[in-house]
């Protein structure tokens, strides 16, 4: 039913618990994983998990203009009808049997509300996860019909989109749960992997310039955040 695309660097902490999401929620999904030539397990792991993996190369830099050339045409040679497009840590909690009557309502996009989620006891296992406060940035229309749907024009980072085709926004709107606030340590050295890889594109035009947060600004948005979670999952 249902084709997974991932755009993946060094993520042997969150790609199995991506996968297993996934596949909880469309036990017979495709996984895809498009890897920036990882240095860690990710690639093992993708493929030790039945993933396909597409390796690509940016020369170590992290170049959004790539990544969005990549999410506006991998989806286009899908058997599937529905696809999701996606980073690693984005999770979309939505599942077979209800997409199946989105697809009954005539849906071909799926509407979604973005929550960074946080590690609020700091457990070592993601599924404990369960809290996390509101990012409308995050709301992103990572799911959608790709036989009604011709060009989806995501931009850099993929927030917006300017699709073409047969539109049509599901009224219900789903939880895309985006795993960023692991835990300090974590969220302070993949700012700074990210900081050290940023492109001269994306520093031209400014994408992901949220990776040069100081350390003690993470630290503290880390701490302040534990003061406004809801339960999400």
């Known amino acids: 039913m249902i084709t997974v695309y991932t755009i993946a660097y060094n993520e042997e902490i969150m790609l199995p618990f991506m996968i297993k999401w996934y596949r909880e929620r469309f036990p017979d999904c495709k996984i895809v994983v498009y890897d920036n030539e990882s240095t860690d397990a990710t690639v093992k792991i993708a493929l030790s998990n039945n993933c396909e993996v597409i390796s690509f190369n940016t020369k170590n830099k992290f170049e959004d203009a790539i990544h969005m050339n990549i999410k506006n045409q991998c989806w286009k040679e899908a058997k599937t009808n529905w696809v999701i497009v996606c980073d690693t840590d984005e999770l979309l909690d939505i599942n077979q049997e209800i997409l199946l009557l989105e697809e009954k309502q005539n849906t071909t996009i799926i509407s979604t509300q973005g929550w960074n989620m946080v590690n ?65 340590d974590y969220m302070v050295n993949r700012y700074k992997l990210f900081q050290n890889r940023l492109s001269d594109t994306n520093k031209k035009f400014g994408w992901g310039i949220h990776y040069n947060t100081s350390e003690k600004d993470i630290r503290d948005s880390y701490k302040n955040s534990k003061s406004i979670l809801i339960q999400i999952l």
């Open 120 to 184: 609020k006891n700091e457990s070592s296992n993601l599924e404990d996860i369960k809290f996390g406060f509101k990012h409308s940035p995050q709301s992103k229309y990572i799911l959608f019909n790709k036989s009604k749907i011709i060009k989806i024009n995501y931009n850099a980072g993929g927030h917006n989109i300017k699709p073409l085709g047969n539109i049509k926004y599901s009224t219900k709107i789903y939880s895309l749960c985006h795993f960023k606030y692991l835990s300090e």
